[in-house]
């Protein structure tokens, strides 16, 4: 069996090999962009510890998210944690599947939280026309991990035999998705 998780660290934190320790290597400013300029499309702005070091060791992160209006996050997992979200103000539909295949939704509102357990599939949509909205996600592992469902499938270089065998299609039609994803020039 394999798990996947943060370790615990013997230490109160994990101190850089050749950094300086003192309240900047505690601080992230990287959200601060966020507060400027409102997003044209859907954003995440994460601080795991790839942005921000000082949550090594500390089995925490956290994300926001902006969705203009009509956008998704799509389906996608965090193999190494859960999420809890926090709908700051607009509206979003939200849900995930279980290992049963059972689909559990919900619509929020400003004020409300939703929890994605680990690993399951999920999504958020800002059903909203006009109004963007806008959500904060915490993670209980320094690193999360994303996998998207669709770029993984049709932005990688999985057979498109198989993939028309598995969604019961033909390869023209995986080839239409493929070309989605594609890199634009």
Known sequence: MAIAGDP??????????????????????????ILQDEPKNFTVLKATSAEFPALNGQSVSYA???????????????????????LVGGTLEVGFVDTKNNLFTQTLQSGDMFVFPKGLVHFQ?????????IAISAFGSASAGTVSIPST??????????????????VATVQKLKASFAPKP
């Open 8 to 33: 615990d660290i013997l230490t109160d934190f994990m101190a850089p090999p050749n950094g300086t320790v003192d309240g900047n290597f505690f601080t992230y400013t990287g959200m601060r962009v």
């Open 125 to 133: 949509y800002n059903a909203d026309s006009e109004n963007p909205a």
């Open 153 to 170: 499938l049709f932005a990688t270089n999985i057979d498109d035999n198989i993939l028309a065998l598995s969604f019961k299609t033909d």
């Open 64 to 86: 926001v998210l902006f969705f203009t209006p009509g956008t998704i996050n799509p389906p996608h997992t965090h193999p190494r944690s859960a999420e809890l979200l926090f």
